[in-house]
């Protein structure tokens, strides 16, 4: 123990916290005369640059109004649970500590901030010998970095937890034993409970080396990872699998589309930095070692480009899931970079260039120009104008939104401690799913805000257009519990065996123009719908816990799965799937 704790102090030795220097490296020999002690510290002390990150993503935080993610995981935080369908709890735990201090657009991000700027001094640490001017100055330059820098989302813990991973992972080379196993298992833990994407670097360091299998240390962080998230795989359990049948079944596109690939190849890589990641990334590819914590980052780096080129067979890859590349990138790439001397005044300069632009886009961020119609520019503008309009209109009335975009940035910036209920009809799940808050509001009147319907126009976030429509008697959306008991096939008959339960039973009468609706499909592909009026069903079966046998009728094709939703007429739309059954 006495070695391994030796071992980590060197490592976090304060000389060279902020100096780009060896910490065995003799005082002596920094020193120097008082003109190159100048220009060293100005040239490579990292403390003014983590200083200026710091400082211009508080002013960004201040400065803006929250995107319409971060409105979500801050509902999240009003909800605190071991899970949710869209991730896991860390991001709505650091909100709800950050927002202990204010509940404020700082209050919300104030965590995120000072995890990206700890994530950017244990990278910096990971790149020595790379010159602070040159790793902070690349790292203004790109794009990614940027924008999570000031935001909440769950990349930003997962970046942070990523780079101490990695940090610790060293370490545990170094000296495998029991106090650097549990330390490692714990990182683990907390970047799996950031965002699912941590999976990825296990399985990718894993394969790197798999000598790790024949270590008992290796099993000792296995366990004390799988202690710490039990709680999380108990609730997905209780809750019947929420995030896996989201993100490996619900996502994917029915089918493929070249765009997708292209969209990757094309966009992915210049979204983290139009010139410093392409450069990063030939350099990363053409620097070898058989250092086994260098082979472990080229593993993650490639790997996980080609997991995610893979993904693309499912639909779009959005931007920010590769965040998990930029350790990778950054510590091989300055490995590789600082050998190539007389590409270093080109390189550099090409990263002012894209420095300023990037202080171009933060101010346009903080105050958008009318004329400029880009809506990401806009994303971070207009939602408390948004929801004054909206509950000025509503008065007395409770609202509901249709997206859990709107829902969320309408309670954050609504008054008082009101959550306002999505409903997501003809929209993807979410955790409005599971929370189910609309169920009180059934046979009321509310205010519908949507971008469907007829009503009253304001204007949303992103300068969209969005209609207020008053629902005299509000049905019940979030009401019903569906389960598919069997599904038999008689020659060309389908006939569905099935229970649904209303919970709210008052809200029978609310039912008419409601239809249960059955989709079958093969292979992702539609072949047959099928409408049940609900409310006869309910009627015709006064025990609602009693199997409901329900006709089909022919189909040419065996459908390979069956799904069930709600269609309602007062919405014009259908609700998310109810329920599912594989054939």
Wanted: hydrophobic share 45%; aromatic share 14%; glycine share 6%.
């Amino acid at each position: 123990m006495h070695n391994v704790l030796k071992s980590f102090k060197r490592r976090l030795d304060f000389s060279a916290l902020f100096l780009n220097t060896d910490p065995s490296e003799s005082a002596n020999t920094r020193s120097g005369t008082p003109q190159t002690f100048k220009k060293q510290l100005i040239g490579n002390n990292a403390l003014p640059y983590l200083f200026v990150w710091l400082l211009i993503n508080l002013v960004t935080a201040a400065s803006t109004e929250l995107y319409s993610d971060e409105a979500y995981y801050w509902v999240f935080s009003r909800f605190l649970d071991w899970g949710y369908l869209d991730h896991p709890p860390m991001i709505a735990a650091i909100i709800k500590l950050g927002t202990l201090f204010g509940d404020s657009e700082v209050g919300v991000r104030i965590i995120p901030i000072l995890l990206s700027t700890g994530a950017l001094w244990l990278l910096y640490r990971l790149s020595q010998p790379v010159p602070a001017k040159f790793f902070f100055v690349t790292v203004f330059s790109m794009l990614s970095l940027n924008l999570v820098g000031f935001m909440s989302v769950p990349d930003v813990p997962l970046l942070f937890f990523a780079v101490l991973f990695y940090y610790c992972y060293k370490g545990y080379l170094e000296e495998p034993s029991t106090i650097s196993g549990i330390i490692l298992g714990v990182v683990v833990a907390a970047l799996i409970y950031s965002k699912y994407h941590g999976i990825l670097i296990i399985f990718f360091t894993i394969l790197s080396n798999p000598g790790l299998l024949k270590q008992s240390t290796f099993y000792l962080a296995a366990g004390v990872a799988l202690i710490l998230l039990f709680p999380h795989i108990l609730w997905q359990v209780q809750n019947d699998y929420p995030s896996l049948q989201y993100h490996l079944v619900d996502r994917g596109a029915s089918t493929y589309k070249l765009i997708y690939t292209l969209d990757y190849l094309l966009g992915n890589i210049p979204y983290h930095g139009p010139w410093a990641s392409l450069v990063l990334l030939v350099a990363a590819f053409s620097y070898n070692s058989k250092d086994l914590w260098a082979k472990a980052l080229k593993w993650n780096l490639i790997g996980t480009l080609i997991f995610f080129l893979l993904t693309t067979s499912k639909g779009y890859v959005q931007a920010n899931w590769t965040l998990l590349i930029v350790v990778p990138l950054l510590v091989l790439g300055f490995r590789k970079l600082m050998q190539w001397t007389s590409f270093h005044k080109i390189y550099l300069r090409m990263c002012y260039v894209f420095l300023v632009a990037i202080v171009a886009v933060r101010a346009l961020i903080i105050s958008p120009l009318a004329s400029i119609k880009i809506e990401r520019l806009w994303e971070f503008q207009g939602a408390e104008q948004f929801a004054t309009e909206v509950f000025d209109q509503a008065g007395d009335l409770p609202v509901v939104a249709n997206s859990y975009q709107d829902a969320s940035l309408l309670s954050f910036y609504g008054t008082g401690d009101r959550i306002v209920p999505s409903l997501n009809i003809n929209s993807r799940s979410n955790q409005f799913d599971l929370w189910a808050l609309d169920g009180p509001l059934c046979g009321e009147s509310v205010l519908f805000a949507n971008n469907y319907l007829e009503g009253d126009k304001v204007i949303g976030r992103k300068l969209s257009q969005k209609i207020l429509t008053l629902i005299s008697s509000f049905p019940p959306v979030a009401a019903f519990e569906v389960k598919i008991v069997e599904v038999t096939k008689k020659q060309s008959d389908l006939t569905l065996v099935m229970q649904i339960h209303l919970t709210n039973t008052k809200c029978l009468e609310e039912l008419k123009g409601t239809s249960l609706k059955v989709d079958l499909w093969k292979d992702n592909n539609l072949i047959k719908t099928h409408y049940e009026n609900i409310e006869s069903l309910l009627r015709s079966n006064s025990d609602q816990h009693e199997p409901i046998t329900l006709l089909i009728g022919q189909i040419e094709n065996q459908p390979d799965h069956i799904s069930l939703s709600v269609y309602f007429e007062e919405f014009k739309g259908t609700t998310n799937t109810l329920a599912r059954k594989d054939l």
